[in-house]
């Protein structure tokens, strides 16, 4: 069954540092991963996009990579600002399954200070 | 383009009764998937209907139905509600459902059941 993970569960950073939020996943047979941010009460916004054959893919001072093989992705984000803030979650499609169907992570929660 | 539209956005139930969520899709998109998240389960897949049928469903009971109709708004129906059944209810759309396609999410109907 696929599990997927993200670490760390919170984070809080001031206004302008990098930062690193991690997705892991048990199964590397997948069709792709998305990033989605949410934000409190609300639906999800699609971030990154990244197909199974790819390593990774960038938006803006978004970068999103994907390791099949170690089973993991990383989401980056420059120079952090307050309306960062918000939960973010990956998720996965798994192949041979549904070809939409998303497998989401834990997510993390992230607060920006101003 | 108009993004996903869910009607209504709250909903306050008591057990045992019945409620019926509804979900527009951007248009041209025929696929529609429903998710469940609640604080306990994170984000859980329901179901996802194409051209008027359910073309994949999760592992949620028979109480959780759906369908969707000819210009592919979809609606989903829980019968005999229960306090476990509270969350918030997320459609997403996407052209036809394909695994390289990016899932569009709309805004949520919160459920909450007495």
């Known amino acids: 069954k696929q599990e997927v993970t993200q670490i760390p569960a919170a984070l809080s950073v001031p206004e302008g540092e990098n930062l690193v939020l991690n997705c892991s996943f048990t199964?590397?047979?997948?069709?792709?991963l998305q990033w989605f941010r949410q934000d409190p009460g609300k639906g999800l916004t699609s971030l990154l996009l990244?197909?199974?054959?790819?390593r990774e893919q960038t938006s803006g001072r978004l970068n999103a990579s994907l390791d099949k093989s170690s089973g993991r992705s990383t989401l980056y984000i420059a120079a952090s600002q307050p309306g960062d803030s918000a939960t973010y979650l990956c998720?996965?499609?798994?192949?041979?399954?549904?070809?939409?169907?998303?497998?989401f992570g834990t997510g993390t929660l992230l607060a920006v200070q101003p | 383009k108009a993004g996903v539209t869910q009607t209504p956005r709250y909903l306050i139930k008591t057990r045992g009764q019945q409620v019926t969520l509804s979900c527009s899709p951007i248009?041209?998109?025929?696929?529609v998937s429903w998710y469940q998240q609640t604080p306990g389960q994170g984000l859980q897949f329901l179901f996802e209907?194409?051209?008027?049928?359910?073309?994949n469903k999760g592992n949620f009971p028979g109480r959780f139905s759906g369908r969707q109709f000819s210009n592919s708004r979809s609606e989903m129906n829980v019968s005999t509600l229960e306090l476990g059944d509270s969350a918030l209810y997320l459609c997403?759309?996407?052209?036809?459902?394909?695994?390289?396609?990016?899932?569009?999410f709309g805004p949520g109907t919160r459920l909450l059941v007495l």
């Open positions: 209907y194409f051209s008027e049928t359910q073309r």
């Open positions: 199964d590397s047979a997948i069709y792709n």
């Open positions: 990244i197909q199974s054959s790819q």
């Open positions: 997403a759309s996407s052209i036809a459902g394909g695994s390289r396609e990016t899932q569009y």
């Open positions: 998720a996965v499609i798994l192949f041979g399954g549904a070809t939409n169907k998303l497998i």
């Open positions: 248009s041209g998109h025929r696929s």
